[in-house]
Antibody, heavy 118, light 107 residues
Framework: VQLRESGPGLVKPSQTLSLTCSVSGDSVTGSQYYWTWIRQHPGKGLEWIGYIFYTGNTYYNPSLKSRGTISLDTSRNQFFLKLSSVTAADTAVYYC???????????WGQGTLVIVSS | DIQMTQSPSSLSASVGDTVTITCRASQNINNWLAWYQQKPDKAPQSLIYAASTLHGGVPSRFSGSRSGTDFTLTISSLQPEDFATYYCHQYYAYPRTFGGGTKVEIK
C-alpha cells in the first residue's frame, strides 16, 4: 500500500489549500479504512485533521473551525483535502494516512510541505 | 478532546541503553494507544498498537505496556537506528490526538 500527497507548496493567505492523496495497492472503497489527513507544524507535533470513510462520511477536528473539507474519488482511488481561509498558522507538512479498522495509522504518505505566505 | 501528556520531551542515551517513554491519557482509553517513530524529514511509522502489540517487522527490543491511563514505550538495548522522535496516539475517541513527542538523542 502506498499513499502520495500532491498539491501546491505555496498558498496565499485567505485562499484555499487543496491537496490530493493518491492511493495504490489498496482501494479507498475498503470498508475497514478511514482515509485521513494529519499535519505537522514545522518542528512541532502531529495534529489530526479529519477522515473520510468509503461511504462518504466525514469527521473533522473541531480545531479547524469548519474550514476543512475531505472528499473521495473512488474512480481515481484518491481522496482530497480542502482547507479554506488559510493563515500562516496553517503552514505545515500535510500527511495523508490510512486508519485501519478504528485503529492506528498503518500507512502514511511521505508528506508535503505547504507554506502559507503572500 | 482527550489530552495525551508525553514525557520526557527529550532524552539523551547511549547505544545499548534501555530507555522508557511515558504517555498519560486525560481519561480512560482502554488499550487504544499506538506508538510511532519518526525520523527527520520522514513520515511517522507505527511501531505498536493496542498498547502492546508490535507491528510486523518491528524489532522485539521495542515493547509497550499499560497501567490504567499511563502507557509506556520501552526500547531495550538502544541501537543507532533508534535515535528518532517518538509519539503516542490515542484512537479511543475523536478527534484523534497525539502526545507532544519525545526526541531520543545520542549522548
Amino acid at each position: 500500500v502506498q499513499l502520495r500527497e500532491s498539491g501546491p507548496g505555496l498558498v496565499k493567505p485567505s485562499q484555499t489549500l487543496s491537496l490530493t492523496c493518491s492511493v495504490s495497492g489498496d482501494s479507498v472503497t475498503g470498508s475497514q479504512y478511514y482515509w485521513t489527513w494529519i499535519r505537522q507544524h514545522p518542528g512541532k507535533g502531529l495534529e489530526w485533521i479529519g477522515y473520510i470513510f468509503y461511504t462518504g462520511n466525514t469527521y473533522y477536528n473541531p480545531s479547524l473551525k469548519s474550514r476543512g473539507t475531505i472528499s473521495l474519488d473512488t474512480s481515481r482511488n484518491q481522496f482530497f483535502l480542502k482547507l479554506s481561509s488559510v493563515t500562516a498558522a496553517d503552514t505545515a507538512v500535510y500527511y495523508c494516512a490510512r486508519e485501519y479498522d478504528d485503529g492506528d495509522f498503518d500507512y502514511w504518505g511521505q508528506g508535503t510541505l505547504v507554506i502559507v505566505s503572500s | 478532546d482527550i489530552q495525551m501528556t508525553q514525557s520526557p520531551s527529550s532524552l539523551s542515551a547511549s547505544v545499548g541503553d534501555t530507555v522508557t517513554i511515558t504517555c498519560r491519557a486525560s481519561q480512560n482509553i482502554n488499550n487504544w494507544l499506538a506508538w510511532y517513530q519518526q525520523k527527520p524529514d520522514k513520515a511517522p511509522q507505527s511501531l505498536i498498537y493496542a498498547a502492546s502489540t508490535l507491528h510486523g517487522g518491528v524489532p522485539s527490543r521495542f515493547s509497550g505496556s499499560r497501567s490504567g491511563t499511563d502507557f509506556t514505550l520501552t526500547i531495550s538495548s538502544l541501537q543507532p537506528e533508534d535515535f528518532a522522535t517518538y509519539y503516542c496516539h490515542q484512537y479511543y475517541a475523536y478527534p484523534r490526538t497525539f502526545g507532544g513527542g519525545t526526541k531520543v538523542e545520542i549522548k
